[in-house]
């Protein structure tokens, strides 16, 4: 037997005829001689009616018995009902209960603590299906583009003994009786890989132990980093708003029923057009401070300043050239002010900030050495990481996505945990 999907009969073609549908029951309403359910699949929702006089007796009585969340199979005749929700309605002949749920937990107006704890369940709703449905297509762009640019995806470890981010916290692990930590970026594993393959990417989680509780910070998220050889800072600011917008127009073209459902407008993301706006740190701390903000230059821009510089945009920002005391020791000396980095944050519109963290990658052996001293950790511990600088070190630039982050900007959602199948954070590792 043929099923088809909710959507399908929802896009009108097969109205009038015979369908068969499967899923699981949304809503429920009975009467004495009816039984109108909300189907649901993962394409969709769809009104259905079991009327006493159409299926049979031991039928009708299954429908008077079951509860949301059972699974069914349905066949019926389509009919044309504008008084439906989506149009349409199934006239069932026939009604196969295969699972009667049990009494489910989730009803309407819990609390987001409830909701959370009893995420393996909750992620039926039609809000996180959607949400996870719209990820997806993030996570099959993004590998979309770099592909099309002849970038190689490949992998890195998660247990590092070197740290790769200065400044985020590190999750250390218990190893055979040595310490050592959940990877915090996949960066200095992916560099040595780029003499093997020019272009690669990996897509993989990143930990961080933040005790930030804000609406940004997971301590586990996904991780878009890449990373390219014969590439300079210009070039790798091409790449990031060239992925960037590719990730935003394949959403908007691809995901027009879950945008719609979860009430975006496709043109939030059709907008974002490249080039995309720049400003270096030394403007943008001018910017600030102009708008009243007391911040000197040398500080870090943190999630004030970052809204005040996003807030009236409706497309992404880049913020060039940070001073080399607030940025990593492997990022590339720029050498028309030397107090900076050739490195950039690239900022999302709306007030929502930093999205991407990347730079061209110091080159020279000795000054990688020096970056890595004036930071105050030990050269010794990085030998591996230096090896590549020695046996044909190659100008290369790199960035890292915060997939979550982008996910979250994209539907504009109140806490970045619900772009995430089962989000970690500091007050949560259930379920
Ligand atoms: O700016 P970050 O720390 O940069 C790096 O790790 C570089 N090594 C990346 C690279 O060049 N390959 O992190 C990159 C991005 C941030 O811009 C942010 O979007 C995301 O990772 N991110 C987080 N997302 C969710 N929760 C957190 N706690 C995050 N920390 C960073
Ligand atoms: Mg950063």
Redesign the pocket.
């Known amino acids: 037997m043929g099923y088809v999907y909710i959507r399908d009969v929802l896009d009108g073609g097969y109205t009038g005829k015979q369908v068969h549908l499967r899923g699981w029951v949304y809503r429920i309403r009975k009467q004495k001689k009816m039984v109108f359910v909300m189907l649901r699949d993962p394409s969709g929702v769809i009104q259905t009616v079991i009327k006493q006089k159409t299926v049979s007796e031991e039928q009708f009585a299954d429908a008077q018995k079951m509860l949301i969340e059972s699974l069914v199979t349905i066949s019926g005749t389509v009919k044309k009902d504008d008084r439906a929700d989506g149009g349409f309605e199934i006239q069932v002949s026939n009604l196969n209960v295969l699972h009667f749920a049990e009494e489910f937990p989730i009803t309407e107006n819990q609390s987001v603590e409830f909701l959370n704890d009893t995420r393996h369940l909750w992620m039926r709703s039609r809000k996180i299906t959607n949400i996870l449905k719209i990820r997806d297509e993030v996570f099959r762009s993004a590998r979309e583009y770099l592909r099309s640019k002849g970038f190689y995806e490949t992998t890195s470890p998660m247990f590092v003994s070197t740290i790769?981010?200065e400044?985020?916290a590190l999750f250390e692990v218990e190893y055979f009786g040595k310490k050592i930590y959940l990877t915090?970026?996949?960066?200095?594993h992916?560099e040595p890989q780029l003499f093997a393959m020019e272009k690669v990417f990996t897509l993989a989680p990143?930990f961080?132990a933040?005790k930030?509780r804000t609406r940004?910070?997971?301590?586990?998220?996904?991780?878009l980093?890449?990373?390219e050889a014969w590439c300079d800072h210009e070039c790798n600011i091409r790449r990031q708003e060239e992925l960037i917008s590719h990730m935003c127009h394949s959403v908007a073209k691809s995901r027009r029923n879950e945008l719609a459902e979860l009430q975006i407008d496709p043109e939030r993301l059709l907008k974002i057009k490249t080039p995309f706006d720049r400003m270096t740190y030394t403007e943008a701390i001018d910017f600030c401070k102009n708008e009243g903000l007391s911040i000197e230059w040398g500080e870090d821009i943190r999630t004030e300043a970052e809204e005040l510089l996003t807030k009236d945009r409706d497309t992404f920002l880049f913020i060039e050239y940070y001073p080399k005391e607030i940025k990593?020791f492997?990022m590339k000396n720029n050498e028309d002010d030397p107090r900076t980095f050739r490195c950039d944050?690239?900022l999302a519109p709306e007030g929502f900030g930093?999205?991407?963290?990347?730079?061209q990658r110091e080159d020279d052996v000795g000054l990688l050495l020096d970056n890595i001293r004036r930071s105050g950790d030990d050269p010794e511990k990085y030998e591996w990481y230096l090896d590549i600088r020695r046996y044909g070190s190659v100008e290369h630039s790199?960035?890292?996505?915060?997939?979550?982050?982008?996910i979250t900007w994209m539907l504009n959602l109140e806490h970045?945990r619900d772009s995430i199948p089962f989000p970690r954070t500091v007050s949560r590792v259930y379920p």
């Open positions: 790769g981010e400044g985020a915090q970026t996949s960066q200095m992916l990143s961080r933040e930030s940004k910070h997971v301590t586990e998220f996904w991780h980093e890449a990373e990593s492997y944050d690239l930093e999205i991407i963290g990347g730079s790199g960035f890292g996505v915060g997939m979550d982050r982008l970045i």
